[in-house]
């Protein structure tokens, strides 16, 4: 669990991991240079409560306190808390019963509710719904690229997994999603528990609302890095699905890394027959005709990506062999 300047809401995320039902488990608690009361707060904490071990830090940033932290765990599964959301009593168990029936799962996280109701705006919501939306490997497998498929305080990693990745790193993009695309490429099979398990506290005082790791381009940046390992490796030449905002910042992502743009698909005929970046833009009808090109989805409107999806399916594609889906 890493704080930092954490007080205003540990009282609580103490007490829920408290009421777990599961009670062999130790928390190891990062104070991560916390400028308020954390530090005292986590110490009272531990000379009342035998499994609590207190680690205080220089502030480094959180991919290096998680890191730490997890050095410091002696247990064979690694779970993730936060220092200001809720966790549901029977979260512990449930993740570890499906651990112990999946022997093939290597990490597992559940479904999430943003709370409190008020601060909770629609991209927070529209996110929470896709997530309760996967539960199963195959859905995550396939959806790695969109986001990330496992909302990182739900997490419980077995131990060697983590380690044979090499833990947590800090790469400027999110720490969360680093790790997560990193196991999808070592071949571990995630998966959610399919209940609610997890209140995560939203609010504009978050690192993903402030913190440049957590912007836009950093995840595009964070995709496209990855892309090139997995679906993009050798390839030099790729089309995009998607003409619009999300679509350009891609491209910009793309080149960036080397990659060429052969051209953009698009159903709105103010923007088919005009380029971008020197690629031409055709109407998305066109796509079976340039199937020896690898396609990447980049349309980030509700309801767009099924729709897609089932296009490319009739026309004989194959997801991942001949297209992604990453926004």
Known sequence: MPCRDAAEHLGLAVRSLGLQTYRDFEVVAVNDGSLDETGDLLERWAAREPRVRVAHRARTGLAEALQAGAAECRGELIARVDADDVTHPRRFSEQIRLLAERP????????????????VGWGARRYQQWLNGLTEPDALARDVFVECPIAHPTLMIRRPALEKVGGYRANGWPEDYDLILRLHLAGARLANVPRVLHFWREGDGRASRSDPRYSA??????????????????????NLWGAGRVGKAFARALLDEGLQIGGFFD?????????????????AREV????DTFLLVVVGAAGARELI????????????QDYRCIA
């Open 104 to 119: 093939d799962v290597s990490a597992v996280g559940t479904q999430v509710r943003y709370f409190p109701h008020e601060a």
């Open 217 to 238: 381009a950093a995840f595009q940046h964070c995709k496209v890095h990855y892309l090139r390992q997995s679906s993009l490796a050798g390839h030099r030449r790729v």
């Open 267 to 283: 159903i709105d005929p103010r923007k088919i027959g005009q380029e971008i970046y020197g690629a031409p833009v055709w109407d």
């Open 288 to 291: 079976p005709e340039h199937r």
């Open 309 to 320: 999806r089932q296009q490319l399916d009739a026309a004989g594609f194959h997801e991942p």
